[in-house]
C-alpha cells in the first residue's frame, strides 16, 4: 500500500504510542480523583497541557483539550458567538473554504441572527487581508479563517488577518488543523485568540485535540457536566490521548525542519512528474502551501472513478477533504476558487508524510499517468 493520505489521517507516531501505552494499561486512575492513582494521572494532563502550550507559544492556562479538530471549531464559534452578543457584534467574517466543522458551525450561528459574510479567494485560492478588511463593519465581533486549507493546502494570512483583528478589537479564531505539526505555529504571533488543532493530522492519536483560547474569554461550554478543563469542557479527561497528542506534537516539533524539507521535495518531485501528463491542472502552484500537500484536477476524468482504480493499484489518494468523501457534489474549496465545475469533478489530493519514499512517488506517477490514459481513452 502506499499512503497518500495524510491529510485525512496519519500514522500514530511509535512515540506516542510509547508514551500512551502505561495510560491505557496499569496507569488508569481517573485525573479528578484525589487518591495517587488519580493525581498522576492529573500531573501526567498537566505536563501535557504545558508542553503543548511551549510548543505552540501559548499559555498553559489557554489549552483547552477535546475530542479534536470539529469540537475545538464548534467551542471557538460557540465562545466566539457568546462575545459577540456581549458586546452586541453580531457580524462574522469567514471563507467560503473553510472546513464544514467551521461552515456548518457558522450556518447554525446565522439561523440564530447572525450575519456571516464568506470571502472567496478566486483563482488563487488565497484570500488577501485587504479582503478581510474591506469586510469588517462596526458590529464584526470575529474572524474565522484558517491557517491552511486542506484540500488545496494553501497557506492562509492568518498572521497578518490576526494583526488586523487585534488592531481592530474583534476576536481572531483560526483553523490550524492541517498547519499544527506540518509548519511552524506560534499562536501568540498569529495574533490568535482561538485556535484548533487535532492530535491525528500530526501523527498523534483519534479522537482528541486541543482549542488554545485566550485565558479572560469566557469559553461557552458545549457540554457542561463535571468541570474538567476548568469548566470549558467536562468529561473524564482522555489521558491516554491528551498525553498522546502532546508526544507527537513534541516528536513534530523536534523533526520539523527536516520533515518540512523532505516532504516539500517529494511533493515536489510528484508535481513535477505528474504536471507532463495531459490534461492534469496542478492547483496553487504560485501560493505558500503546506510541504505535504499536493492538489490537482484531471481534465475528463471523474475522482470517485480515479480513487478507486488508485486504490485498486494499491495508492490511498482523496478528491478532498474525508468528510465529504463520497459525495457527488463538487468540492465547495475549489468553488470558492471559480474551478470550472468539470474540472473539479476530477479533483485529486496526494499528502504525503515524511515516511513516504522517492520510490513510491516515481510509482504513483507512473500509475496515475497509466490510468488517466486509459480513462480517456
Ligand atoms: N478542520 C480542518 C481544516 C480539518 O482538516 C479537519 C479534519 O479533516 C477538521 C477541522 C476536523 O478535525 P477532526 O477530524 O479532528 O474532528
Known sequence: MIYLDNAASTALSPAALEAMLPWMTEQYGNP???????????????????????????????????????EADALALSTAAAWGERHGKRHIVSAAFEHHAVLRGLEHLAEKGFSVTFLSPGPSGRIR??????????????????????????????????????????LFHTDAVQAVGHIPVDAEALGADLLSLSAHKFHGPKGVGALLCREDLPVVPLLPGGGQERGRRSGTENVPGIVGLAAALLQADTSMEADMARTAALRDRLAEAVSRIPGVHLTGMDQPRLPGILHLCVEGVRRDTLLLLLDQAG???????????????????????????????????????????????????????????????
Open 129 to 170: 487581508a485587504e479582503q478581510v478588511a474591506d469586510a469588517i463593519r462596526d458590529d464584526t465581533g470575529l474572524v474565522s479563517l484558517m491557517a491552511a486549507n486542506n484540500e488545496t493546502g494553501i497557506l492562509q494570512p492568518a498572521a497578518e488577518v490576526g494583526a488586523l483583528c487585534r488592531e481592530r478589537g474583534i
Open 32 to 70: 479528578s480523583s484525589l487518591h495517587r492513582a488519580g493525581q498522576r494521572a492529573a500531573q501526567a494532563v498537566s505536563e501535557a497541557r504545558a508542553q503543548t502550550a511551549k510548543i505552540l507559544h501559548a499559555r498553559r492556562g489557554m489549552v483547552c483539550f477535546t475530542s479534536g479538530g470539529t
Open 315 to 377: 495508492i490511498c489518494a482523496s478528491a478532498g477533504s474525508a468528510c465529504s468523501a463520497g459525495a457527488l457534489e463538487p468540492s465547495h474549496v475549489l468553488r470558492s476558487m471559480d474551478v470550472p465545475e468539470p474540472l473539479s469533478m476530477g479533483a485529486l489530493r496526494s499528502s504525503l508524510s515524511p515516511a513516504n519514499t522517492e520510490a513510491e512517488i516515481d510509482t504513483t506517477a507512473e500509475i496515475l499517468s497509466d490510468l488517466i490514459h486509459r480513462l480517456k481513452n
